[in-house]
């Protein structure tokens, strides 16, 4: 369904972490005065949440989301963000589907399952990204990961044993290792998981009179996962570094699906049950070299970065349909391949002034090729269907961005210019289906209007788009029934948002109030096909989009109760010739962490979030509500335990009605997220001050180059 359903995975879930082995290196030093002063260390307790201007940086090396089993998990702890059900979309609210970013790399969903929380540092949701981002997305999500000022090594053992409606289990690794200026880091992960999932959709078509539903009872996947991880970090000097770094994802899946129909057309009626026997390979793997020098001659920071992804999939699917409980019959042979090469390089350039002021420009420039092979095998018709469709795609941009100070007036203005060429082609077709080159223009402006020394107001305007998910080209058909299938559409435009924003911070609070419009948005719709009497459900563009936002950002202390906490007043209006239009009401998100410190060392973290009734436009969807509770102790300071529980009230139960194309349907989705876990973390080895100082990095610095 919508790509912004759904909150977490859950699973009930016993955890074993032990952090290994570590030496250190004694430092030198030149200066005898220094060798003989003792080391003062000063500490300042970090707060788990921090805000500015709206933008929330989460501390999760140093809190007790550190024990979350998964990055995905842990994205659906964080205020703001929403998981969909199958895991494979991030929706932040009021913002749709953000840009994702590990260090200074643009990434994706695979490259989130593939990283180890443990060496996640920070995480950064950012409301009006700079220019020097891509144009696609109106929010980031920035991961910063861990890397040692001190000299040794670390290794991290994990096993989790997971009970949601099957047992799953976890076993990890992960090493680093740091000398002078050199460090290494390597992860390994063999999962195997046995997710559960159900689904329904009952629809009327009156212009055909028909009615139906079906029922996924069960879909049942056992799951083989290998997730890998290795990278070099070499500092040159202060100011120049060089890294190369790989990590992957291979899985293979057999899974079954068994659904129960019922369809009436006129006065003939059919109970069915499809039995669907599929097997699935999925092959992911990310590599990519990054440069950073200073050029003094002309005191500007350089950087350059290359990058190369493949994605490569394999289904195969046979499926059995049993009419009114007679016997089964074949009604369906598929192999579907999916190969998406993506390859893509950036060069940046950074130049500060003595007045303040900041320019930075740079370009990118990207390649992708995908290809779709399927074949098709009927049985009621005998005949075969077959297809080789291609798609490449290539992508220039350029960008400048100029910032700094008018008296106390602080500005950024920027843009950027893309040029998209796409070409997507059926082998056997003599000129291509889809022949786009288009060229975009996307200014970004941000006025910071400081009050005092507590008090500011922020106002921006920005220009994004969202282009279809290279996915969207694959070929593939999901049979659910005889009657409905799932299918992609390769038709697919992008989209154009424009957006305006003001917010007002007082100390760690703000309110922000925003309004944006969409062009062409992509939701879910209907298409029947009248002659085979079969409805497709697929993605496809809307007319518009426009929607306010109001949200309070409220953050407190009082003694040791840390509080933070979200509200967001939503009116959404989503249209299309093709939908019936419902009136739109304004709904409300919330979040609320609230992290207590009690004695002994122990830490009680209570979490709730949720969603009140949805009317937008078109959609319309039931309320949710969730709530996690989580304690931590450490022991002997190198001994921590955290028990976690999450999703108490089992309400991950997502509802959505709507109708299009004289197509009135509802649909119901049951995610199994409620979720108990222990996690036990032992740790040992002294690690060592290195004599190679590296600078401090402030909170601006980890932005994309």
């Known amino acids: 369904m919508r790509k912004n359903l759904g909150i977490q995975n859950a699973a009930i879930t016993m955890c074993l972490i032990i952090s290994g082995f570590g030496y250190g290196q004694n430092a030198t030093t030149n200066d005898s005065i ?126 989790v044993a997971s009970f949601k409606k099957e047992y799953n289990n976890y076993l990890g690794i992960n090493s680093s290792f740091k000398k002078n200026k050199l460090e290494w880091k390597a992860n390994f992960n063999y999962n195997k998981l046995n997710p559960w999932e159900s689904h329904s959709i009952g629809y009327q078509i009156p212009d055909a009179d028909i009615i139906s539903n079906y029922n996924v009872a069960t879909a049942n996947t056992k799951r083989k996962q290998f997730i890998f991880g290795g990278g070099l970090f070499y500092k040159i000097n202060e100011e120049d570094y060089f890294s190369i770094s790989v990590n992957g994802k291979l899985q293979s ?72 409980d007679t016997q089964f019959e074949w009604a369906q042979n598929s192999a579907q391949k999916f190969n998406i090469d993506v390859l893509s390089g950036r060069v940046d350039l950074e130049k500060k002034f003595k007045n303040d002021m900041r320019l930075e420009y740079g370009g990118l420039y990207l390649a992708a090729d995908a290809k779709t092979d399927f074949k098709i095998f009927n049985y009621d018709s ?98 659910i029934n005889p009657y409905f299938l799932y299918s992609r559409n390769i038709n697919l435009d992008p989209t154009i948002n424009n957006q305006i924003s003001s917010s007002f911070q007082y100390h760690d609070k703000s309110v922000k109030l925003s309004y944006y419009q969409n062009t062409d948005p992509v939701y879910s719709s209907f298409i029947f096909d009248s002659h085979n009497n079969i409805l497709t459900f697929k993605e496809t563009n809307f007319e518009k989009e426009t929607g306010f936002n109001l949200e309070f950002t409220l953050p407190f202390t009082y003694k040791n109760w840390t509080s933070s906490n979200s509200i967001s007043c939503i009116l959404n209006k989503i249209e299309d010739n093709s939908a019936l239009f419902i009136a739109s009401k304004p709904y409300l998100y919330y979040y609320s962490s609230n992290e207590f410190k009690l004695p002994k060392g122990y830490t009680i973290v209570a979490a709730a979030r949720g969603l009140t009734e949805q009317k937008e436009g078109v959609f319309e969807r039931k309320a949710m509500f969730v709530m996690d509770l989580g304690i931590s102790k450490t022991f002997f300071t190198n001994w921590n335990c955290t028990l976690s529980y999450n999703d108490v009230f089992r309400n991950t139960i997502y509802e959505e009605r709507f109708t299009i194309n004289n197509i009135s349907s509802k649909a119901r989705f049951l995610v199994d997220s409620h979720e108990f876990s222990i996690a036990i973390k032992y740790s040992f080895g002294k690690i060592k001050s290195t004599e190679f100082k590296e600078k401090n990095i402030d909170d601006n610095s980890n932005r994309i180059r």
């Open 34 to 159: 220094s060798n003989n002063l003792n080391e003062v260390i000063v500490t300042k307790e970090k707060k788990m949440f921090s805000n500015k201007n709206g933008n929330i940086k989460v501390d999760v090396a140093n809190s007790i989301l550190n024990a979350t089993p998964n990055t995905i998990d842990l994205l659906s702890k964080l205020p703001n963000i929403t998981i969909s059900a199958d895991k494979e979309n991030i929706s932040v609210i009021g913002k749709g589907n953000p840009l994702i970013y590990i260090d200074n790399q643009k990434m994706g969903m695979n490259d989130l399952n593939a990283l180890s929380v443990d060496d996640i540092k920070t995480i950064e949701i950012i409301n009006n990204p700079s220019s020097k981002y891509e144009a696609e997305g109106r929010a980031v999500i920035l991961i910063t990961r861990k890397f040692s000022k001190k000299e040794g090594s670390q290794t991290t053992l994990s096993e």
């Open 382 to 479: 005998n005949t075969t269907i077959s297809s080789n469709y291609n798609f490449k795609e290539k992508n220039s941009a350029g960008y400048a961005q100029l910032s700094g100070n008018i008296k106390k007036i602080g500005y950024s203005v920027g843009f950027r210019v893309e040029n998209t060429n796409i070409v997507g082609k059926f082998k056997n077709d003599a000129a291509p289906l889809i022949n786009k080159n288009y060229t975009d223009f996307f200014p970004k402006v941000q006025l910071d209007i400081p009050i005092d020394s507590t008090k500011s107001i922020t106002v921006n305007y920005s220009k994004s788009i969202s282009r279809p998910n290279y996915s969207s080209t694959s070929q593939g058909a999901a049979y």
């Open 253 to 324: 899946e057999p899974f079954d699906i068994n659904t129960t129909t019922y369809n009436k057309k006129g006065n003939v009626e059919n109970n069915v049950v499809t039995h669907s026997d599929n097997k699935s390979v999925k092959n992911f793997v990310n590599s990519f070299v990054n440069y950073s020098k200073k050029i003094k001659s002309i005191d500007t920071q350089l950087f350059t970065g290359f990058q190369y992804s493949n994605f490569d999939q394999d289904l195969r699917s046979l499926t059995e349909n049993n009419f009114n």
